[in-house]
C-alpha cells in the first residue's frame, strides 16, 4: 500500500535516530500497513502494537492507526477508547491524522452516543473543512438531528432539511449530496399535508438510486428507520 511506502520515507527522513536504530520500526510499521490492507487485523494490530511500545518517532502513527484496526473489526467501543488514549497521549501529533476525529465520532455514533457523536462531528467540520470526509460528517450532524426530533412539528424539519441543504450544497458531487436529498424526503414525510413529499418521490422515481450508496457505515439507515 501506498502509506506503507510514506512510512519507510518518513523513518528515512526522521532526524535524532541512526539508521540502525530506527530501521527495523519503519519495516515493522510498512508490515503493518500491509496487514491491515489485506485485512489481517489481528497480525496487523501486533506490528501497531509493537511500534507504539518502541516509543519512537514512529509510536504517534502506530497509536492512531490501531483505532482504526479495532474499527474495521466494528470493535466500536475498543475503538474509541484507543483514539481517545492517543490524543492524549500524542495531542500535538493529532492534528496531522484528521480523520481520526471523524472515526471517533462515527464510533460514538454506533454506540449511540450521540451527545458525544454531533459534538466531535462537528468539531471535525470546524477544523477540517476541506478533509474528504467532511460532506460524513456533515451528513452525520443532520442525521442526528433528524433523530433527536420529537414530534412532527414543521419548523423543527426545517432546521434538519437545511442541515441536509447544506450537505447537497457544501458537497454536490458526493455520494452524501445523494443521500441528502433522499432525507430531505423523509423530512417531509413526517409533516402532514406537506406537498415537498410527493416532489421528492417523483423525483427520486427517476433517478439510479445505486448512486447515492453510502461509503460510511449503514447503521444510520436502521436507526432513521426506527425513527
Known amino acids: 500500500p501506498v502509506r506503507a511506502l510514506e512510512y ?5 527522513e526522521a532526524k535524532g535516530y541512526s539508521k540502525d536504530e530506527l530501521a527495523p520500526w519503519v519495516f515493522r510499521l510498512a508490515q503493518a500497513e500491509t496487514l491491515y490492507g489485506v485485512g489481517e487485523f489481528d497480525r496487523a494490530e501486533r506490528s501497531y502494537q509493537a511500534v507504539l511500545d518502541a516509543d519512537n518517532v514512529l509510536s504517534p502513527d502506530a497509536a492512531f492507526r490501531i483505532g482504526e484496526v479495532y474499527q474495521a473489526r466494528k470493535l466500536w467501543e ?32 454506533q454506540l449511540d452516543r450521540d451527545v458525544d457523536a454531533k459534538k466531535i462531528f462537528a468539531e471535525f467540520v470546524e477544523r477540517f473543512p476541506l478533509e474528504q470526509a467532511t460532506w460524513g460528517a456533515r451528513l452525520r450532524l443532520a442525521e442526528l438531528e433528524q433523530m433527536g426530533l420529537s414530534a412532527p412539528v414543521s419548523a423543527q424539519h ?60 449503514e447503521k444510520q439507515e436502521e436507526r ?4
Open 78 to 109: 475498543r475503538a474509541a477508547i484507543t483514539y481517545v488514549r492517543a490524543i492524549k497521549r500524542y495531542p500535538k501529533e493529532a492534528s496531522r491524522f484528521p480523520t481520526m476525529l471523524f472515526n471517533l465520532a462515527e464510533c460514538y455514533f
Open 8 to 12: 519507510a520515507i518518513m523513518g528515512a
Open 224 to 227: 432513521l428507520e426506527e425513527y
Open 158 to 217: 426545517q432546521r434538519v432539511e437545511r442541515l441536509y441543504e447544506d450537505v447537497v450544497n457544501s458537497h454536490p458531487y458526493s455520494p452524501g449530496a445523494f443521500i441528502a436529498q433522499i432525507r430531505m424526503a423523509q423530512c417531509h414525510r413526517a409533516t402532514q399535508n406537506d406537498t415537498k413529499y410527493d416532489f421528492f418521490v417523483n423525483f427520486f422515481k427517476a433517478r439510479d438510486l445505486k448512486k447515492a450508496e453510502s461509503e460510511i457505515p
